[in-house]
């Protein structure tokens, strides 16, 4: 038989590593041809290439090694040359750490496991060295005696090196957070940099540490940077000018670029770190250590973030040292003008108010602390002014100033008057706000007239709006609807003079509403029809809103109109009656009004006229006031009836209230 495996039988599967066992002549290795291997080499081959996981197995004096899919991108050599070779051959690198444990397990006849097991990193890999986790189990021939191995292997490198970061950040929290606790009882900005420095120094056993500040003058590019020496290191323990260090170095640090010498002639290694602000070097932290040292990346990135942490400190330190100046001179002034002066911090936290706050609300300084000033807001204002602060509190840039208009309790007088309260932000050098100077100011008296101008001026042009607009609709219509000229002004006098009654009610009381009596009343009355012989009217006190007047005013006029030119008014023994009421529920609350004339004699059928009133009927009144209305011409005259959506959208609050249960419907 042939030394090939068998191309179409066994193994039956495997993928790439399962083709090349059937293809490869294992005549020519030290396993023999597959047709002779043991019932355990090949039990355990078909184990190993239907496996998800890599595997080995290693068979033999020579351990002559297959592997699975899984498995080629951990072997030394690329696949196919290391099928079937020999351990030692593969693992040359390594052999002198896995030798021994497939030793231990071919002697001993022991199951071997390591996790996160170093070796050097495979040809073509980043250098360094690769971790797995495995497991090398015996394999054992027909007479017992052990024969080969058996090997699980996972690769663990990226979590081994994600937790040697995570170590590692743990760490340089850990001394950061010994650095600040060293620091945080300083003021001063010296000597925040010199005790940074030290724990620093400390920690990373170097010989020196320290910061170097640049002269403004040199941060910004305003001083001149020739070379006054030879060139000198920038970890040199002694203050420095750019323009003295070498070249090269100085460069660097102006783009950002670490510097460092790691391999020192004379014995000692240099590190300097560049520190920024807005886009300008304004100083460096250096350090040295004796001795060869190679200043590796987590060390380098642990001084980049504790250097900068305490610079950041100091700064504020100096920033605040100048607030605190700011603040005294500052208060001699603001005590001496005539607003409420007083200072607070992001929310609203008071931290100071001037005596004139003190004389107004009765409440002292420091009462008035933190959010005592709340004592003296109306209590109606107390949320809106504090959800005003939290906006100015809130993430992302503050507003330009602090702006509210809340009541102030004047304590002599016992009374609340509106003060404006304007403030603001006093920020650092860096532009964030450290604090709110504001003043509050009585407005009170111009608040009242500004509030009556507004209110005057909104009507006035809420009124002129709508009137314009309806005359103009009015005056259209009755154009399309009239036949001659004097129809038009006979039709256009009468609907004008409909429309400015409703427009003087509303004038005289603008709150109450208009009187749905007196609306159809003044209709009648515009043709000389009085309640008694031939009108009569009846119904409970409704107050309807403007709008709904102004359109019911002019489906009155059109009734009154047709009444007394085709209707019951034409003829004395004529009557009219106007009845309306509350239609309540298990239906739609509903305000149903009734036009029922009598007494006439009419045309036989008198026909409709289609005109302007049949589109107030049929199309305006629906549309604007959502009523249904039904006319029709009965032999004794004409019947409308108007059915109008009992809601606050066209009667005032108070009708709704009183056409309750009850109530007389009016006639129906």
């Known amino acids: 038989m042939s030394g090939r495996g068998d191309p179409g039988g066994w193994p039956p599967d495997g993928g790439v590593t399962g083709e090349t066992v059937r293809r490869m002549d294992w005549s020519a290795t030290p396993l023999g041809a597959a047709s002779g291997w043991p019932p355990a080499l090949r039990t355990a081959v078909e184990i190993c290439l239907s496996s998800a996981f890599p595997c080995f197995v290693a068979w033999g004096p020579e351990l002559t090694q297959l592997y699975n899919d899984a498995a080629v991108p951990l072997v030394r050599v690329p696949h196919p040359g290391a099928f079937g070779c020999p351990m030692r051959e593969v693992w040359p690198d390594a052999w002198d750490t896995v030798g021994p444990l497939a030793e231990q397990v071919l002697t001993r006849g022991e199951t071997v496991s390591r996790e996160d097991f170093a070796l050097p990193s495979a040809a073509g890999k980043p250098p360094g060295r690769e971790c797995f986790t495995f497991s090398s189990s015996p394999l054992r021939d027909a007479s017992g005696a052990v024969a080969g191995l058996f090997a699980t292997v996972i690769e663990t490198t990226r979590r081994v090196r994600a937790e040697d970061d995570l170590r590692r950040s743990e760490a340089r929290g850990a001394v950061l957070l010994a650095v600040v606790d060293r620091i945080r009882p300083l003021t001063d900005r010296d000597a925040i940099l010199s005790e940074g420095a030290e724990a620093l120094r400390r920690h990373l056993g170097l010989t020196t540490a320290g910061y170097n500040v640049l002269d403004p003058s040199e941060a910004d590019g305003t001083a001149g940077n020739e070379a006054t020496g030879g060139g000198v290191p920038p970890w040199t323990d002694r203050p420095l000018r750019l323009a003295e260090l070498l070249p090269e170095a100085a460069g660097a640090l102006r783009q950002g670029r670490v510097v460092a010498l790691e391999a020192p002639v004379g014995g000692t290694a240099g590190l300097a770190i560049p520190l920024h602000r807005g886009g300008r070097l304004v100083a460096w932290f250096r350090a040295t250590a004796t001795g060869a040292r190679a200043w590796p990346e987590h060390e380098r990135r642990l001084l980049r973030e504790v250097a900068e942490r305490v610079w950041e400190a100091a700064e504020r330190a100096t920033a605040e040292a100048a607030a605190r100046e ?22 609203g936290s008071w931290t100071w108010s001037s005596p004139q706050w003190s004389a107004y609300t009765g409440l002292s300084e420091a ?98 709006r709508n009137t314009l607009s309806v005359i103009r609709s009015i005056i259209r219509r009755t154009v399309q609807a009239s036949d001659s000229l004097d129809d038009l002004a006979m039709h256009l006098d009468g609907r004008i003079d409909a429309f400015s009654r409703v427009q003087a009610a509303v004038t005289r009381n603008p709150e109450r509403g208009i009187d749905l009596a007196q609306l159809v009343a003044d209709e009648l009355l515009a043709y000389s029809a009085r309640e008694g012989k031939q009108v009569r009217i009846e119904g409970p006190a409704v107050a309807l809103r403007p709008k709904a007047a102004e359109t019911l005013a002019l489906a009155f006029h059109e009734l009154a109109t047709n009444a007394v030119k085709f209707g019951a008014l034409s003829q004395p023994q004529g009557r009219v009656e106007v009845t309306w009421g509350a239609e309540l529920p298990p239906g739609t609350p509903r305000l149903l009004f009734h036009w029922r004339e009598s007494g006439a004699a009419l045309a036989a059928e008198p026909p409709l006229h289609h005109g302007f009133g049949t589109e107030l009927f049929e199309r305006t009144l629906p549309y604007e006031l959502n009523a249904e209305v039904e006319r029709s011409l009965e032999p004794t005259g004409l019947l409308c009836t108007i059915a109008l959506p009992l809601s606050e959208r066209l009667v005032k609050e108070e009708t709704l209230q009183e056409l309750g249960p009850g109530t007389p419907t009016g006639g129906g």
Not at 429 to 446: I, M, N, P, R, Y
């Open 326 to 347: 700011g603040q005294r001179r500052l208060r001699s002034l603001l005590e001496g003008i005539p607003q409420l002066v007083w200072r607070a911090v992001d929310g």
């Open 367 to 464: 009462a008035t602390r933190g959010y005592g000033w709340l004592a003296a807001v109306h209590p109606e204002d107390r949320e809106s002014v504090m959800a005003t602060w939290h906006r100015c509190a809130a993430k992302g840039e503050p507003p330009a100033e602090f702006r509210a208009e809340f009541r102030l309790l004047h304590a002599a007088e016992g009374l609340y008057r509106w003060f404006q309260a304007r403030a603001a932000p006093v920020r650092d050098e860096a532009g964030a706000v450290v604090e709110w100077l504001g003043t509050s100011t009585d407005v009170d008296e111009l608040r009242r007239m500004g509030q009556h101008q507004r209110l005057l001026l909104a009507e006035l042009q809420h009124r002129v």
